[in-house]
């Protein structure tokens, strides 16, 4: 009887291939692997043949989904090569880590709080020896970095007897030498390294002779050289809590594979790995032309002698650098030099595609799911959406079934904060049954996907139960009207009936006509564009019903004792109101707003911008006459006002909220005199202070708007028509230039002869 | 003392040169003097065994002097490429130095170099009263580079006319240079390649075809990263020049050469030391090699009209002189720079006179 065991590096492809060797030497007739013996069930499905690692392992506690573990695994990872070997050899295969039902447990148990017994407390500086082993031997050895260290020691090493061992010792030596600590993290330790060595236990109580134990390096000595008596780790094991919990295959990527996503086991290549996984021979030819053909897409010349080039050049580095084999670092600046002319710029897409690499796995779909991810995978095979991590845009046309069920899928999960889909920019002025959506599945969105489990069993159950839930929580009107609009773009008729009364009983309650006005445009647009989106935009009536009356009556105050600031902000805020209303096309709302209108406009106190803003709407609805919007100019201008104030109320009048148009000044004489006597009106000083926004007003004009003014404003008089001379016409050319004008005009050519 | 203004760099350095070669056991690549890793300690600096020092020649990225010297191991040509004053003919310089002990196989690209400055010419008294021969023959650096298995030099590669620099295709693929005129050619000995250097700054330069482009592996070198390697670059370059020129003047203290090379990098950067404010950037370079040559003119000047000293109205004239290249827009930027940045920075008060009072 005996325990073989294996310290690894997880995600290592020379470790892999090692312990491949290894374990075809030594024949086991039972593996155990570091891992939670949740998922022991789920080992089958690793040789299934729709399993395509990248993929990880998922536990989470069915009642609080957010809580979640993952076991991360690609192709080169020895813990995925050794399964592998033992479902193919027949021979079991469990995990034998803590199982996280405990872990999770003690997550909440005052266990995790008490300290640890210390002899010693270790000095500033040393605490990494625990995180980063590797760091501390590759240092012993001379080398700064424990990656590259381990990597050429271990990983690009070809030959691999006794590494085993020799791993082994290094590691019993470091845990020897290092100083324990006292965290949380460190107490775990402790009774995952029980649970570990009960499992193996058990394992030699069943029977097996020849038991190998693959596990991170970490774990190794602890693991070889267990105590006689079982008793300390029984009793450290025995009444720890327990919760329930389900396990389940996800799909991983590279990108998440990395340390730099945040996973603590992580590498920092990937794709280098399973180029080296692959030809462990000729890893450095095969990366050298996939950078070339990646260079070749991006426009390099990239030939095949260049090749040639980065290869050797690869070579005689590691030679200069006293390296047996070429690591990443040489093959990088290889390309760089001979590839990439020099830049750095395109080794950023190397690094990403060659280095970390885009690619992501795939499960069988017999692994079994959450229900909210098997409605999902549902609709996507429905909808016909592949899942990819890849950018994709799509243009979707509303008014067809399929596209529409695709919009809602979406923005239901958005609503569920799964942002699969995007929505795109040109969604509005392409028209509004068109939608555009940038869609890209990320793995932690699976992810996602189960800690979001617990709002409903499908997709639009629970889109709905969030975003009621959310709308409770709510308190500010705009966002809840950006809600509102989610919930009806997602086609929820159930959510939106709540979302829409606490909509209404929001805005009844209140106070700030501003929030309010900003409200108003947005749903106008839901409104008036509902029936496009055949949702039902009835309740939503009912809310602006209730807006508007407002607004009108809570404007005139909040336009008072505004700043020119404010009195900008309040400008804007007429202009899109005015808008939604006449979008609104209810004839109650256009009259109540119109009257509300009048009555600010002759509000004594209004910032002049605003005033002036309000008569040109006046004029522009045809509510008044001519007239009397001269004579509201006139008295707006009149010399007596504080020309600052004149200015803004031109300014509020010839522009409004938006881009102006000169062409009612040059058009009706009345309006031009007025202005036109204003200006010269001005005291040099006065006409000097308001010159910048008279500046900014009419430069907001076409310039061939401005340069009419100019002429007309030299002529000192309004010109209507230019002026025509007949000095020297040839009466014999006239009939057919009548002729071709009479045809053009579609009049009877015969009547203008005979006249 | 020699009485030459600037000895080559095998001269200069053939103490160290020699040492390393008697320390240096590692395989040679055929015609060299020194192995590769000898060489990358003879440009970056270290010590060898015996306790020899040797001086850095290089401050800057290890990796990238690997590099050069591993693309000189192969058979590729090296391109130096880097705006004005990064080192690229200081590191050709040195790197011919110590691997073949002679880096006097030089060609001066400019926008009249000729065919006959990478190929060889012919002495025309000869050739008229002999014909063609190899007697009349004048040939080219490159040329007895090639025959000598010795590094060869191209300064400027890019202000070459095209046609011209296209002649070094042959040598650089077929490593030979046919003679027609003679009927023979001559085939280049173990150990010959080319360092070329060029500046990505210019416009109006010739750049390369793409032909001649893959013959080259190229290698940018970077304006130093920190103020710290930058500061450390001008004071042993200014300790080096001012032996050179034989300055009477003590050597400038590191705070004067830390405010030189602080204003150079804001200047460049457009933005202060302490990233809080930006500035804009005047049109020149302002390299290193400009900061090391204001500190030199400063001390000069300190030697000769003041106390010995290097004192900031030494450098202001010098200063002015670097940074404003346009004399209308760089003013505008260098005053802006002295009244927001020099004039309310702590202790830099006799700087900003000293400035105030040049520009005027």
Known sequence: MSVHVFGIRHHGPGSARSLRQALASLAPDILLVEGPPEGDGLLPLVTSPQMQPPVALLIYRPDQPAQTAVYPFALFSPEWQAITYALQQGIPVQFMDLPQAQVMALAESPALAEPLALEETPPDGETAVVQDPLRWLAEAAGDSDGETWWERMVEQRQHSDDLFTAILEAMTALRQSAIPLDSPWQRQEQWREAAMRQTIRAAQRAGYGRIAVVCGAWHAPVLADMPASAQADRDLLKGLAKVKVAATWIPWSYSRLTAASGYGAGVTSPRWYEHLWHHPQEAVYHWCVAAAHLLRGEGFVASTAQVIDTARLTHTLSAVRHLPTPGLRELLDAVQTTLAAGQSAPMLLVQRQLIVGNAMGAVPPEAPTVPLQQDLTAWQKRLRLPVTETAKSYDLDLRQPNDLARSHLWHRLRLLDIPWGQPGQAGRAKGTFHEVWRVQWQPELAVRVVETAVWGNTVAEAAAARAVDLAQKTTELPALTGLAQQVLLADLPAAAAAVVARLESLAALTRDTAVLMDTLPELAHILRYGNVRQTDADMVAQVVDGIVPRICIGLPGACLSLNDEAAGAMNGRLGRVAEAIHLLQKNAHLTAWQETIRKLAAQAGLPGLLAGHCCRMLFDAGVEERTETARRMSFALSPANEPAQAAAWLDGFLRGSGRGSGVLLLHDAALWQIVDQWLGSLAATAFQAQLPLLRRTFASFPAAERRQMGEQARRGRPQTATMFAPDHVDMTHVPLALAVAAQLLGLEAQGVTDG | ?360
């Open chain 2, 1 to 360: 003392m020699s009485t030459i203004l600037r000895e080559h760099a095998e001269t200069q350095f053939a103490d160290e040169l020699s040492a390393l070669a008697q320390a240096d056991e590692r395989p040679r690549p055929p015609n060299w003097r020194l192995s590769p890793q000898t060489v990358a300690l003879y440009l970056l600096g270290g010590t060898l065994p015996d306790g020899t020092a040797i001086s850095p020649k290089y401050i800057g990225s290890r990796r990238l002097i690997e590099i050069a010297i591993a693309t000189l191991a192969t058979e590729r040509a090296l391109l130096l490429l880097g705006v004005p004053g990064t080192a690229k003919s200081w590191v050709s310089e040195h790197l011919a130095a110590a691997i073949s002990g002679d880096s006097t196989r030089l060609v001066q690209g400019t926008a009249g170099t000729p065919e006959e400055a990478i190929r060889y010419g012919w002495n025309y008294a000869r050739l008229l009263a002999e014909g063609p021969t190899p007697a009349a023959l004048v040939p080219s650096p490159i040329m007895r580079a090639m025959q000598q298995g010795t590094i060869a030099r191209i300064e400027e590669l890019t202000r070459i006319p095209a046609d011209v620099q296209d002649s070094l295709i042959t040598v650089l693929s077929e490593k030979s240079l046919p003679i027609p005129e003679l009927g023979q050619e001559v085939q280049a000995v173990k150990g010959f390649n080319v360092i070329a250097t060029a500046n990505d700054r210019d416009r109006g330069v010739n750049e390369l075809s793409s032909a001649l482009k893959r013959r080259f592996n190229t290698v940018i070198l970077p304006l130093p990263d920190t103020a710290d390697a930058e500061v450390e670059i001008v004071r042993l370059r200014v300790a080096a020049l001012g032996q050179v020129l034989e300055l009477p003047a003590e050597p400038p203290a590191l705070a004067e050469i830390r405010r030189i090379v602080t204003i150079f990098r804001e200047l460049r950067g457009g933005v202060t030391a302490d990233g809080k404010s930006k500035i804009k950037s005047p049109s020149g370079t302002l390299s290193t090699a400009e900061a090391i040559s204001v500190v030199v003119g400063g001390l000069s000047l300190a030697a000769h009209y003041g106390d010995g000293v290097l004192r900031s109205h030494d450098m202001a004239a010098g200063l002015l002189g670097a940074v404003v290249k346009d004399p209308v827009q760089d003013r505008l930027v260098w005053q802006e720079y002295l009244e927001t940045v020099v004039k309310e920075r702590d202790g830099w008060k006799d700087l900003y006179r000293a400035c105030r009072e040049v520009t005027g």
